[in-house]
């Protein structure tokens, strides 16, 4: 069975500092990979997506970045967190064909002050 | 772009009532998207609830049900007869295809079931 795990569970941040996210997935070769972001009563929306190992694409400009190192992992990260970062990051895989439906991991939940 | 709109909550239903969760859709780049619900119950990540591709079909779990209405562009989530485990954050999401899949969500809806 696929598992899929995100470091931390939560996070406090200040203004300035920097911030890495991570998300794991097991059980699943080269599965497409995506990160989402809800900011407190906004909607899910979709910041990054890597179908393969060392390529990621943006979706959303919010002076983020992601990256994937190996098969199985998903960063996100930023240099500088701004007040506007905060919300609830969640880390999704699915199957190579966007038919397919996405799996969720359990999620970040970033406070930035 | 597309765009998903579904009943604001909260809900309050009661136990053994029974429920509909409203969602529109929008979708600007393909005819037919694929449509889903997700949950997130409390202290839980986000499930997939259910999906349908084909416009037309019914797609059901858990008792839920959901119809891929084409004409009104609508995949409304009902239930005949509610528990309280239901109580839960309801997302209806959409699929409109690209290289990067990308899941457009309703804003969710926020059910409880009251005992």
């Known amino acids: 069975a696929q598992t899929i795990h995100q470091w931390p569970v939560a996070e406090i941040k200040a203004v300035g500092s920097p911030l890495s996210l991570g998300c794991t997935i097991k059980?699943?070769?080269?599965?497409?990979l995506y990160w989402y972001w809800q900011a407190t009563g906004g909607t899910l929306q979709q910041l990054f997506y890597?179908?393969?190992?060392?390529?990621v694409e943006s979706v959303v400009q919010l002076n983020l970045s992601a990256s994937r190192p190996k098969d199985d992992q998903f960063i996100l990260s930023t240099e500088k967190l701004l007040l506007s970062h905060s919300g609830f990051y969640l880390c999704?895989?699915?199957?190579?064909?966007?038919?397919?439906?996405?799996?969720f991991g359990p999620g970040t939940r970033l406070t930035v002050l | 772009g597309d765009s998903v709109t579904q009943t604001e909550g909260p809900v309050t239903v009661s136990e053994s009532e029974s429920l509909i969760i409203n969602c529109t859709y929008s979708?600007?780049?393909?005819?037919?998207?694929?449509l889903f619900w997700y949950v997130r119950y409390p202290g839980e990540g986000l499930q997939l609830l259910l999906k349908?591709?084909?416009?037309?079909q019914k797609g059901s779990s858990r008792g839920f049900e959901a119809t891929y209405n084409k004409e009104t562009t609508s995949f409304h989530l009902q239930k005949a007869s509610v528990q309280e485990s239901d109580s839960a954050v309801y997302y209806c999401?959409?699929?409109?295809?690209?290289?990067?899949?990308?899941?457009?969500f309703g804003k969710g809806t926020k059910l409880s079931v009251k005992s």
């Open positions: 999704a895989w699915s199957l190579q064909d966007w038919g397919y439906e996405q799996y």
């Open positions: 059980g699943k070769s080269s599965p497409n």
């Open positions: 890597s179908i393969t190992v060392g390529q």
């Open positions: 979708a600007t780049s393909i005819a037919y998207p694929n």
């Open positions: 349908v591709i084909t416009a037309g």
């Open positions: 999401a959409l699929n409109s295809g690209g290289s990067n899949a990308k899941l457009t």
